[in-house]
């Protein structure tokens, strides 16, 4: 698995943004994909995650409703569709992959084995 993140950007408080990852190595077979951020001087926070098998989804408190995750099997690739966004979630975005990920664990970064090299998202006020 080789995780590449895209689609950051600046965009103002209540925009809209779509953030990609893509796997260069392999399939997401029996993995689950996740999104987690990271602002300056913060915790790496959970955002959201998907399992690639049944498409089951699981996400932050803070943003549920407004964000949604997804998968499309033909291009291998993990989507994040972040609407109404904030100026607080200013953020490093990273994906990350993991293997047999149980349900108890899919909100925690150790739980991850592959990672994304992170696309900035900006959000003014």
């Known amino acids: 698995v080789q995780l590449q993140a895209s689609g950051g950007g600046l965009v103002q408080a209540g925009d809209s943004l779509r953030l990609s990852c893509a796997n260069a190595?392999?399939?997401?077979?029996?993995?689950?994909v996740a999104w987690f951020r990271q602002a300056p001087g913060k915790e790496r926070e959970f955002v959201a995650a998907?399992?690639?098998?049944?498409?089951?989804?699981y996400y932050g408190d803070s943003v549920k409703g407004r964000f949604t995750i997804s998968k499309d099997n033909a291009k291998n690739a993990v989507f994040l569709q972040m609407n109404s966004l904030k100026p607080e979630e200013t953020a490093v975005y990273y994906c990350?992959?993991?293997?047999?990920?149980?349900?108890?664990?899919?909100?925690?970064?150790?739980?991850?084995?592959?990672w994304g090299q992170g696309t900035q998202v900006t959000v003014s006020s």
């Open positions: 998907i399992r690639w098998s049944g498409g089951a989804t």
């Open positions: 990350a992959a993991g293997r047999g990920v149980i349900v108890s664990s899919m909100r925690s970064s150790n739980a991850y084995r592959s």
């Open positions: 190595g392999g399939t997401f077979n029996t993995y689950a």
